[in-house]
C-alpha cells in the first residue's frame, strides 16, 4: 500500500493504468480461446456463435497488443502529462479494468460446470418446446423412432401431443437423472437443457422413465442411456414453475435396459 501512495499520479495515469488495460485485453482474449480448445465454449454458447466468439478473442489480443504498443511508444519518447483530464466514473479509476482483469482470471482458474438438476428445478422443467422462445434446430420428421434423441422425441410430441400414438415405439435416448417428489418411486425424469444462444437461456425438457424395479434409485444429475418403449400414463402434470399439481395422461419412457454413461462432451441439445 504504501508504494502505491507512493506513485506519482503522471506515472500512475500514463504507465499504470494503460497496463492494466492491456492485461485486460490479453486476459480475456486468453480466456475465450482457452475455452475454445479446451472445449468448454461448448458448456457456455450455441456452436453458431462459436465463430464469432473467437473473431471477438483475436480483437482483444489485437487490442492488447496496440496497447501495449502505444504504452512503449509513450514511455519512450517521455510524452507524460503531470496534470491528466478527468471524467466523471462511477467508481475511482482503474476499479472498472481491476474487475474486468479479476473475472478474466477466474475464469481461467475455474472451469464451467455442466447446467444440471438444481438449475433444471430452478428454472422449471418442460415436456414439450416453449411457444414463446425461438425454436431448435429444425423438426427431423424422417428419424426413426430407435434413432431419436431425447430432444428429437420433445420435438415429436411438440408436434403432435397425442401420448397413445406413441405406445410401443422402441426408444434409446440419453440424459441426467432429476428426481421429483411427485413422482412415484419408480419414475424419474431424464432431461437434458436446450440452448438458443448462451446458458444463460438454457432451458430443461424431460420425458419421465419407469422403472421395474423402485428400488433402484438413480441419483440426480447422473448420465444414463435408457432403452426401452414409450407408454402412456396418468402422471402429475409438470409445469414449468412446477405451481400446479394436477395429473394427465403423457408419454412415458418404459424403461428395459439403463446404463450409466459418463457426461458427454456436448451436453446440451440444440
Not at 23 to 30: E, Q, V
Not at 90 to 97: I, K, T
Not at 152 to 170: L, R, V
Not at 177 to 202: G, H, R
Request: glycine share 6%; hydrophobic share 45%; with cysteine.
Amino acid at each position: 500500500m504504501r508504494l502505491i501512495k507512493n506513485i506519482s499520479p503522471s506515472t500512475f495515469h500514463s504507465l499504470l493504468l494503460p497496463s492494466l488495460d492491456a492485461l485486460t485485453f490479453f486476459a480475456w482474449g486468453i480466456v475465450l480461446f482457452k475455452y475454445w480448445l479446451t472445449g468448454e465454449i461448448r458448456l457456455l454458447i450455441h456452436p453458431n456463435y462459436i465463430g464469432l466468439v473467437m473473431v471477438t478473442g483475436g480483437v482483444l489480443l489485437f487490442l492488447g497488443c496496440l496497447k501495449s504498443f502505444q504504452i512503449y511508444e509513450n514511455q519512450k519518447r517521455k510524452k507524460h502529462q503531470e496534470k491528466v483530464m478527468q471524467h466523471v466514473t462511477l467508481f475511482p479509476v482503474g476499479w472498472s479494468s481491476f474487475f474486468l482483469l479479476g473475472t478474466a482470471i477466474l475464469g481461467l482458474l475455474i472451469p464451467p460446470k455442466v447446467l444440471g438438476s438444481d438449475i433444471a428445478l430452478q428454472r422449471g422443467i418442460r415436456e414439450t418446446l416453449p411457444v414463446t422462445e425461438n425454436q431448435p434446430e429444425a423438426f427431423r420428421v424422417n428419424v426413426k423412432a430407435e434413432d431419436r434423441s431425447l430432444i428429437d422425441w420433445i420435438k415429436t410430441i411438440n408436434a403432435y401431443p397425442e401420448p397413445d400414438a406413441y405406445q410401443g415405439e422402441k426408444v434409446k435416448v440419453r440424459g441426467f437423472v432429476i428426481q421429483k417428489e411427485q413422482l412415484p418411486e419408480n419414475y424419474f425424469l431424464l432431461a437434458q437443457f436446450i440452448i438458443t444462444c448462451c446458458a444463460i437461456d438454457a432451458y430443461p425438457v424431460a420425458l419421465p422413465v419407469k422403472i421395474a424395479n423402485s428400488d433402484q434409485q438413480y441419483k440426480n444429475d447422473t448420465w444414463l442411456e435408457v432403452e426401452g418403449e414409450m407408454m402412456s400414463e396418468r402422471l402429475a402434470f409438470m409445469t414449468a414453475t412446477d405451481l400446479e399439481s394436477q395429473e394427465k395422461r403423457q408419454v412415458v419412457i418404459g424403461a428395459e435396459t439403463i446404463t450409466e454413461i459418463p457426461t458427454p462432451r456436448n451436453p446440451y441439445g440444440f
